[in-house]
């Protein structure tokens, strides 16, 4: 093994960097509801909106404590 590959080997593999969205609604983590799903879903008037709301969980996306939070407290 060469000394590059060892130093490269044990160093920890991190997550492309997003940039924050300042205008998006919820925090983006690592685990999270799929953004788009829950922005088409918001912006749907609340008459219209599925119960129960359903998103997929995805590797990037809204953090799904504060997305179901902000459901519940919209009715």
Request: hydrophobic content about 30%; aromatic content about 10%; glycine content about 6%.
């Amino acid at each position: 093994m060469t000394e590059e590959h060892r130093t490269r080997w044990w160093q920890r593999r991190t997550a492309p960097t997003e940039v924050p969205d300042p205008a998006a609604p919820f925090d983006v983590v690592r685990r999270g509801y799929d953004r788009q799903q829950v922005e088409a879903h918001l912006a749907l008037p609340p008459e219209q909106r599925p119960r129960p709301a359903a998103f997929d969980i995805v590797r990037f996306g809204y953090e799904r404590g504060q997305v179901d939070r902000a459901l519940r407290e919209q009715g």
